[in-house]
């Protein structure tokens, strides 16, 4: 079955040719992958994904992958997730070393994962030995949900990001918003991504979020997943502990 997904998508087709024009044009865009990922598939590795120990109500694990020399997509080994104040205005995060547990190695080494990071590294230009930061992460429950989640409008610390949603039952709301400026006085986009819809932008030249999400029906469990894969940081504590734990990484603007 995966063997079918590497078959059937020609890398230069990967992206419908609008996201290179959008990206070209208006530093973001949104597309469509549900028909180069086995979806359900990657939806399986939300069933026992760990809590995420510093955020409440959040789930998630990690990886830091590259491309080797070879062309193919391969995972780095540990690094801590750190984001300075600067871009993280939250207190549970900002300014501080976060670990946690890797992406699975059966979801790495599937052909259609690897073909999609492939494909990313080839839209955004990622050479050989850059760090990638893939997470996946969400929410999910039956509890009420806290009233106060949600992200303001911020930045990730890089210049590559991108956001694939997974899964999205029974949620109203969280829709996802880019904005000229943090004060959020220029939108520039605020819609519902579905499952298998990814947004792309250049994370240093525009800001993002997602607004807080509602059970549907509030007696039924509820969640929303989301793949965020990003690189080339110019937050200098990532760049710091990427050089620590990645002697021989190719880093951006290292201080
Ligand atoms: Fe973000």
């Not at 590259?66 to 600067?86: R, W």
Request: aromatic share 10%; proline share 5%; hydrophobic share 40%.
């Amino acid at each position: 079955m995966q063997a079918t997904y590497l078959k059937s998508v020609d890398q230069r087709q990967y992206w419908a040719p609008h996201v290179h024009n959008d990206l070209a044009h208006q530093d973001w865009s949104v597309t469509d992958i549900r028909a180069q990922i086995d979806l359900e598939a990657w939806q399986r590795y939300l069933i026992d994904i760990p809590r995420d120990p510093y955020v409440n109500q959040r789930w998630k694990r990690m990886a830091w992958l590259h491309m080797t020399d070879e062309g193919d997509i391969a995972v780095m080994g540990e690094c801590p997730m750190a984001q300075g104040g600067k871009f993280n205005d939250a207190e549970s995060m900002a300014d501080k070393l976060r670990y946690y547990p890797e992406l699975e190695q059966s979801f790495m080494a599937r052909s259609d994962v690897k073909a999609f990071v492939k494909a990313w590294t080839e839209l955004w230009g990622i050479g050989p030995n850059e760090p990638i930061l893939m997470q996946i992460t969400g929410v999910k429950g039956t509890e009420k949900l806290d009233p106060l989640q949600g992200q303001g409008i911020h930045a990730d610390g890089c210049q590559c990001l991108s956001i694939l949603v997974l899964s999205r039952e029974n949620v109203r709301g969280a829709d996802s918003y880019l904005y000229a400026d943090k004060a959020g006085e220029q939108l520039l986009t605020r819609q519902v991504l579905e499952p298998g819809n990814i947004l792309h932008l250049y994370d240093d030249r525009l800001f993002h979020g997602a607004d807080s999400l509602e059970q549907e029906d509030p007696t039924a469990p509820y969640e929303r997943f989301i793949i965020i894969i990003n690189s080339r940081f110019v937050d200098s504590f990532q760049n710091r502990m990427l050089r620590r734990h990645f002697p021989h990484a190719v880093l951006n603007d290292i201080d």
